[in-house]
């Protein structure tokens, strides 16, 4: 017993504790949850795995703060993290000073930027400082280690202020001089290259990086590799569009040099066929070929005798593919020149065909092309389709009737109107057939069998017309003596009711009117009303 309390006692004697005075520990367990260290007494001290940016070894020496002797269950209540803070807090100046580079991890997302975390330190980077061209998706960064530049100090917050792009842009050649004028269309000036897309690159040209798109590289757009640009590279840039609401620059390299343009024009003469390169279909329908070594164009309605839709057109001119073309003329406005070429000037106009073969009024067999909600499409010759709007499918409810038709099927169609100047065919599958209302005019009578009574009144009616099965309506205010009766007051169904033609309704359902207008009620009264006369009768 005398040794243990003389032990304890050396062990207080060499340990003489103050508060927050940082000392050395040895870490003799790590886990998940906890770090054990030992800092020269003989009570271990428990640090949170929350604390350490990285985890220790068992081994190593780490400084803490002993704040106090007991932390009420036992143990020495000790912390790493405030002596990390302490110490990098006291670099803060000199960081901020030097606008050191240093490594940070993205914690979370921010109203306006990213959360980072400093070594023990945290930090913010504003939306417009994460990268060198505007990003939109920041979540793609969370969790992951980033090099950033330390711009400030906010004490506000107790907040570092880094910018990742300044940090990209230092690690990518330095920051070009800022501007110190304005440009206008025609200026040219030196940039560098920050980033690169399959688009193009973006070019900073002193505080604003503008794209240099991949058509603006060189006048063969086929020649127009971005990936030939390294980060980094100094190149000279033209201004060759200004955006004055915006004050947004666009850039070019193929514009400091127009020979090229010259000469194609002199070589590539109006009315003259070539072979063009397909580049790209445009959104509109447009197509972006190469042809005589400069930009051209193929305006969609250009492309072809009949109307193609900008999904056709992509389906069938993919790019690097070649194609026949005239040259129509040149559109010259700076930066953004083309050869105006056309396609549909090298094919037979089979508009002329049409005209010649085809006349209103002719009935065809032709091939279902595509169906769509409000028509169809059907083949007449060759590129040109026919519209069959869906009213013109069938006599009877053509909104069912386009359900049963598929691409590919045939069908008998009669033309209903040709417009050669419009280049437009309109055709209708239902006048192939006998107008099966003609049979029935206003006023006429019909019988039927109550089929269906709905909701609103209106109760459908099976009628015979001839040999033809034929579904008539009687509209709810018509199906009833007075408002004060319902119509499955009135009605059941299988009911016999015979009407009168009002008119036939656009979706062929055959208006009725009926004078007969059967009351259930007031039918069992009066059977009730006959037997007790009976009864008398015979009393």
């Known amino acids: 017993m005398d040794n243990f309390e003389q032990l304890l006692s050396e062990s207080m004697v060499n340990f003489q504790h103050k508060p927050n005075e940082i000392i050395e520990a040895e870490v003799i367990f790590v886990d998940r949850h906890k770090i054990i260290v030992d800092v020269g007494l003989h009570t271990e001290g428990h640090i949170s795995r929350d604390e350490f940016v990285e985890p220790p070894s068992v081994g190593d020496k780490i400084k803490v703060v002993v704040e106090a002797l007991d932390d009420g269950d036992g143990q020495l209540k000790i912390t790493h993290r405030e002596v990390m803070l302490r110490e990098q807090s006291e670099h803060i100046p000199d960081m901020v000073a030097n606008n050191e580079i240093v490594d940070a991890k993205v914690v979370s997302l921010a109203n306006a930027g990213l959360n980072v975390q400093v070594g023990y330190l945290t930090g913010f980077i504003p939306r417009k400082l994460v990268d060198v061209v505007p990003v939109q998706d920041l979540e793609q960064f969370i969790n992951q280690m980033v ?38 269309v025609g200026d040219t000036v030196e940039g560098k290259v920050i980033n690169i897309k399959r688009y193009g690159a973006f070019i900073d040209i002193g505080g604003v990086s503008p794209l240099l798109h991949a058509s603006d590289l060189s006048w063969d757009i086929n020649d127009a590799k971005p990936e030939d640009f390294a980060i980094g590279d100094r190149l000279q840039v033209i201004v060759k569009h200004k955006d004055s609401d915006t004050n947004r620059y666009f850039l070019s390299v193929k514009h ?9 024009k002199k070589a590539l003469e109006v009315g003259s066929t070539r072979t063009a390169k397909v580049v790209k279909v445009e959104e509109n329908g447009d197509i972006r070929v190469s042809v ?8 969609a309605h250009d492309v072809s005798w009949t109307r193609m839709t900008t999904s056709s057109i992509n389906a069938e001119f993919r790019r690097g593919s070649e194609i026949e073309v005239k040259v129509v003329g040149f559109d010259d406005t700076f930066g953004f020149e083309d050869v105006l070429v056309s396609r549909k000037d090298c ?5 002329n065909f049409i005209s010649k073969k085809f006349k209103e009024g002719d009935i065809i067999d032709a091939s279902v092309k595509s169906v769509g909600d409000k028509m169809i499409f059907i083949n007449v010759h060759e590129d040109v389709d026919a519209i069959v709007p869906t009213r013109e ?13 598929n691409v590919g099927d045939t069908v008998k169609a009669v033309l209903t109107s040709i417009d050669i100047e419009d280049r437009r065919v309109v055709a209708s599958i239902k006048q192939t057939e006998e107008n099966p209302f003609n049979t029935i005019k206003r006023g006429s009578k019909i019988s039927g069998v109550v089929s269906a009574i709905a909701k609103n009144g209106d109760v459908q009616v099976k009628c015979l017309v001839g040999n033809r099965e034929q579904m008539g309506v009687i509209l709810g205010r018509n199906a009833v003596p007075s408002r004060a009766y319902k119509s499955d007051e009135v009605y059941e169904i299988g009911q016999k009711v015979d009407g009168t033609v009002i008119n036939v309704l656009a979706n062929g359902l055959v208006s009725l009117n009926v004078s007969n207008k059967w009351d259930k009620k007031s039918s069992q009264n009066s059977a009730i009303k006959e037997a007790m006369k009976a009864a008398k009768a015979e009393a």
């Open 147 to 184: 090099r950033v530049k330390v711009l400030s100090h906010d004490s506000t917050h107790d907040n570092l202020v880094v910018s990742r792009k300044a940090a990209i842009l230092d690690e990518r050649g330095g920051i070009v001089p800022a501007l110190d004028r304005e440009l206008n």
């Open 256 to 264: 400091l040099n127009m020979s090229a343009w010259e000469e194609a």
């Open 292 to 299: 005589g070594g400069v930009s051209g164009v193929v305006k």
């Open 347 to 351: 094919i037979e106009n089979p508009w």
């Open 393 to 405: 499918i069938s006599w009877v409810n053509s909104r069912d009737a386009i359900l049963d038709i």
